[in-house]
């Protein structure tokens, strides 16, 4: 246990014992006792006892006690035996005090301790009705962020199906262009073995109608020598010019080939 600091003065005929008590959990747990000649405070959960004797006798039994709460501070008033009982004054107070009985167990601390007690739980409820709120809009602001993100998720999917789509679209345009490569390759190998048989079409037409124009003048030539020879038999004596033999005409010259297309 330990002293509490204290001050004992007198004023009016009184004895007023001041008592500091800065670390008191709760002022219910005083227990005050008075005899004429000695004062006697314990306060067993804070650890505080205090002993005082008195110089002159007083009267115990019109004691007071009040308690400052912001000051922390306990004032005993005590009325000394040749004082009249008149000249008995509450000490100075300004802050919030409760009186005590000898016991240190008075109604009134305990009408207080019951206000402050409920005043406390209406904050208290109060605290919780704040925190209900604001937990309620927390949980709508992360269902809504849920729904967002899901959201988010099925467009992100949307948007991936589509790239899966487009690559897939892309490998088989890449697959149709290489086939209409090989196509387009096939396609002027072929375009080349035909110009090179045109190209030789072409020479072989021109070999042909040389061959033609060599054959026409051949047959031509044998034309002239057949008549020719028809006029030497016809001048021939002994052949009448009335003769009613007639020459055999000439065999008509064979057409021409057409020529070949180009």
């Known amino acids: 246990m330990r002293s509490p600091q204290h001050e004992l003065t007198e004023e009016n005929g009184c004895y007023r014992v ?24 314990i306060a067993e959960e804070s650890r505080y006892e205090l002993c005082v004797t008195l110089p002159d006798p007083v009267r115990d039994q019109e004691g007071k006690a009040k308690f400052d709460k912001k000051a922390r ?3 005993v008033t005590l009325p000394l035996e040749s004082s009249p009982a008149s000249s008995i004054t509450s000490p100075a107070n300004h802050g ?3 009186a ?5 167990t008075s109604d009134s601390w305990k009408q207080q301790q019951a206000t402050a007690a409920y005043k406390q739980l209406d ?3 109060t605290a919780r009705e704040v925190a209900e709120a604001k937990c309620t809009a927390a949980l709508e602001q992360a269902a809504s962020a849920a729904r967002e993100v899901a ?22 345009a890449l ?12 396609a002027e190998a072929e375009a080349a073995a035909l110009q090179e048989t045109l190209t030789a079409s072409q020479g072989f037409a021109a070999v042909a109608r040389d061959a033609t124009s060599q054959a026409e003048g051949a047959l031509a030539a044998a034309v002239a020598a057949e008549r020719q020879a028809q006029q030497q038999v016809a001048a021939l004596p002994g052949k009448s010019s009335n003769s ?3 020459p055999t005409p000439a065999a008509p010259a064979p057409a021409a080939p057409a020529p070949a297309a180009p």
């Open 96 to 98: 919030s005090t409760e």
């Open 151 to 172: 959201e988010k998720e099925a467009s992100l999917q949307a948007a991936a199906k589509k790239v899966t789509d487009c690559r897939a679209a892309e490998a088989e």
């Open 100 to 104: 005590l009985d000898q016991d240190g």
């Open 73 to 75: 501070v306990l004032t």
């Open 123 to 125: 904050e208290a409820r």
């Open 18 to 41: 001041r008592i500091s008590l800065p670390e008191l959990k709760r002022a219910a747990e005083i227990q005050l006792n008075l005899a004429p000649l000695q004062l006697h405070l």
């Open 175 to 186: 697959a149709q262009a290489r086939t209409a490569t090989a196509r387009l390759s096939q």
């Open 244 to 246: 009613s033999e007639k």
